[in-house]
């Protein structure tokens, strides 16, 4: 599907809630179906990423039944496996575009005896997963890839024993799979991080019974297995990585000003809020009721025009690193050079987003540089028409979208459609705001 985005009429103005968070929604559904009893799920992001997870356990036994559909999001109530454990599924699990999906499964599945397959698209089978499929066979379980270390990956689960794991690269996933094996292994399984990825796995275990130790000086975790997952009830907060495009949009825009409501404000994942104060845009971000354990509360961005480039480190990477495609187009239009660092991991996303973002910011006109693991926009620039691909990126469409809203001619976008993986509504959304987005 192709979109055209034009360039705003007028500023982008009002409220919007943004779809259930991605990364909080997959834990809810993975966590609920590893309960013992029945757990009542509300907000969940109606996306074709957390259907992959939802139809994953519900091919392992796991009861998931749709109360509600909602523009809101889904509201689940999801009955677990529990002691009993998963069934061995009757097919190949396919985990379409979804590496949280994957990785994370073969966590819960470490500690079983049952032999799954997983699959995926064409972007996620060329994705690594020798990062998780390592520390899960050190504890014990039997997991083949294919030879290059992607997808298929076959696993068997069984006793595991606890492990400390000392991770090259900070990665969520990576670290909740960990954990998630650690649940079922005798003794404490730790988890050492180069740099605090976003820690959802931590906040929401305890709602399900499961203590999670934590030393935030070392970037290190733990659980004490085996330990039993109890039922839970919870609600999800908006996604601040859906947020990242409406907030974008409104700072180039001029006269905008929008405010997203009920949106997780978790530390981890805000960084590209603090970027873009750096660079001059006026956000802000005001707290108010907490999800659970995750903060959440509303983010209003004000179009206030000269923003300047600014610098961001390997440090701060993890809390924005879906972010830096959107970050991107905003430094074109940025007075100077915006720099990111350590954002290798990028090239093993949904597609090399360094590779596309430099070729779709040239393509629009901007001046672009990459390297193995840096990322440089210099600016400002009046960004030109341009047909891009999303490369099957969610995250890629939408940004290019967003340089749409502030160029000089039509943006056209092929593979629209994967906006579906993770804010399906996002066309919508941006055109009640006042955005022209035709098909
Ligand atoms: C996610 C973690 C991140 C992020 C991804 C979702 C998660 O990847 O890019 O979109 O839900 O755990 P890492 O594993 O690189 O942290």
């Not at 998630?180 to 180069?194: D, K, S």
């Not at 005001?286 to 354990?293: C, D, F, N, Q």
């Not at 809390?319 to 239009?333: F, I, K, N, Q």
Request: charged content about 20%; some cysteine; glycine content about 12%.
């Amino acid at each position: 599907m192709i979109r055209t985005v034009r360039a705003a009429a007028g500023p982008l103005t009002g409220t919007v809630r943004v779809p259930g968070d991605k990364s909080i929604s997959h834990r809810a559904v993975l966590f609920a179906a590893m309960s013992d009893g029945s757990c009542r799920l509300e907000g969940v992001l109606d996306s074709e990423d957390i259907r992959a997870t939802m139809g994953a356990v519900s091919m392992l036994g796991a009861a998931v039944r749709v109360l509600r559909t909602e523009p809101r999001g889904l509201t689940l109530e999801v009955d677990g496996w529990g002691a009993a454990g998963p069934v061995e599924p009757p097919a190949q699990i396919d985990c379409g575009n979804s590496g949280t999906t994957a990785r994370l499964l073969l966590g819960v599945l470490a500690g079983w005896d049952v032999a799954v397959t997983l699959t995926g698209d064409s972007s996620l089978s060329r994705r690594p997963m020798r990062r998780v499929t390592e520390p899960l066979t050190l504890m014990g379980a039997r997991v083949t890839t294919s030879e290059a270390g992607t997808l298929p990956v076959s696993i068997r689960g069984g006793a595991l024993r606890a492990a400390r794991v000392e991770m090259s690269v900070a990665s969520a996933q990576v670290k909740s799979a960990v954990l998630l094996a650690g649940l079922r292994a005798q003794g404490r399984t730790v988890v050492i991080e180069p740099a605090p990825s976003r820690d959802h796995t931590e906040r929401m275990l305890p709602a399900f019974g499961v203590g999670v130790g934590r030393r935030a000086s070392d970037n290190e975790c733990w659980v004490d297995g085996p330990v039993a997952v109890a039922a839970a009830d919870l609600s999800v907060p908006g996604d601040p990585s859906s947020a990242a495009f409406v907030v974008a949009a409104a700072l180039l825009v001029a006269g905008s000003s929008v405010t997203v409501t009920d949106v997780a404000l978790n530390p981890t994942r805000t960084g590209f809020l603090s970027v873009l104060a750096r660079m001059g845009g006026s956000v802000t971000a005001v707290p108010g009721r907490a999800s659970g354990a995750e903060p959440a509360g509303a983010i209003t961005a004000n179009y206030g025009g000269d923003l300047r480039g600014v610098l961001v480190t390997a440090e701060e990477v993890p809390s924005l690193v879906d972010e830096v495609p959107v970050l991107a187009v905003v430094a074109a239009h940025a007075v100077g050079v915006t720099r990111f660092e350590g954002v290798g991991e990028l090239r093993v996303k949904e597609s090399d987003r360094l590779e596309a973002v430099r070729a779709g910011l040239s393509a629009l006109g901007a001046t672009v540089r990459c390297g193995e693991d840096w990322l440089e926009v210099e600016g400002p620039t009046r960004l030109c028409a341009a047909s891009l691909s999303s490369l099957g990126d969610h995250r890629l469409a939408m940004a290019f979208a967003v340089a749409g809203l502030v160029a000089d001619g039509p943006v056209t976008i092929e593979g629209w459609e994967a906006v579906a993986v993770s804010y399906p509504r996002f066309a919508e959304d941006l055109t009640a705001l006042g955005a022209m987005l035709s098909c």
